[in-house]
T-cell receptor
Framework: DAGVIQSPRHEVTEMGQEVTLRCKPI?????LFWYRQTMMRGLELLIY????????DSGMPEDRFSAKMPNASFSTLKIQPSEPRDSAVYFC??????????????FGPGTRLTVL | DAKTTQPPSMDCAEGRAANLPCNHS???????VYWYRQIHSQGPQYIIH???NNETNEMASLIITEDRKSSTLILPHATLRDTAVYYC??????????????FGQGTILTVHP
């Protein structure tokens, strides 16, 4: 049973470039979460979707960040334009349902983003 | 959601039980205690959760005090692969808090031979 799949695993880009991170949640899970982890700020929730609908994007740092979930098996997190301070590990997670089970989240391996 | 306090680091000998404490003195009646861990260079991994009763699964046991103000995660026979950062999270089951896990600094558990 495949877990959460993220791509790419590593991304190095230059400041000002557009970056797109991709996530495939576990089949059957209807909630999807995007997190960012840095040494300074730890692990932060950016946005989450329920049944493909964005529910809470209060953690998205600014308008340069956007996330979409066009269907139940795919989500993207886009940064345009990217800046060096966006360098971090970005995790995608999914869960089966709301309520108690919704907090049992399964995390992907992460995408390590470096913006030069 | 209630704030949690964990020791920054702990050591444990391989094969021995690892007991990781968490203080959540402001926990509300409808808030659950969740434990996750993050092994180096991997995504966080769900371990266990509980409301007021002690819980056990194939990974660990969770002991919650009667007043629910603190809890202990127990890894009964720690192995080197259990070396990780362990996060204690308190969160409501639903409502506006749904899914919004707040990861603090956690406890760095080092299991040594």
């Amino acid at each position: 049973d495949a877990g959460v799949i993220q791509s790419p695993r590593h991304e190095v880009t230059e400041m000002g470039q557009e970056v797109t991170l991709r996530c495939k949640p576990i089949s059957g899970h209807n909630s999807l979460f995007w997190y960012r982890q840095t040494m300074m700020r730890g692990l932060e929730l950016l946005i989450y979707f329920n049944n493909n609908v964005p529910i809470d994007d209060s953690g998205m740092p600014e308008d340069r960040f956007s996330a979409k979930m066009p269907n139940a098996s795919f989500s993207t997190l886009k940064i345009q334009p990217s800046e060096p301070r966006d360098s971090a590990v970005y995790f995608c997670a999914s869960s089966r349902a709301s309520g108690i089970r919704g907090n049992e989240q399964f995390f992907g391996p992460g995408t390590r983003l470096t913006v030069l | 959601d209630a704030k949690t306090t964990q020791p920054p680091s702990m050591d444990c000998a391989e094969g021995r039980a690892a007991n990781l404490p968490c203080n959540h003195s402001t926990i509300s009646g409808n808030e659950y205690v969740y434990w996750y861990r993050q092994i180096h260079s991997q995504g966080p991994q769900y371990i266990i959760h509980g409301l007021k009763n002690n819980e056990t699964n194939e990974m660990a046991s969770l002991i919650i005090t009667e007043d629910r103000k603190s809890s202990t995660l127990i890894l009964p026979h720690a192995t080197l692969r259990d070396t990780a950062v362990y996060y204690c999270i308190v969160i409501r089951a639903g409502g506006t808090s749904y899914g919004k896990l707040t990861f603090g600094q956690g406890t760095i558990l080092t299991v040594h031979p």
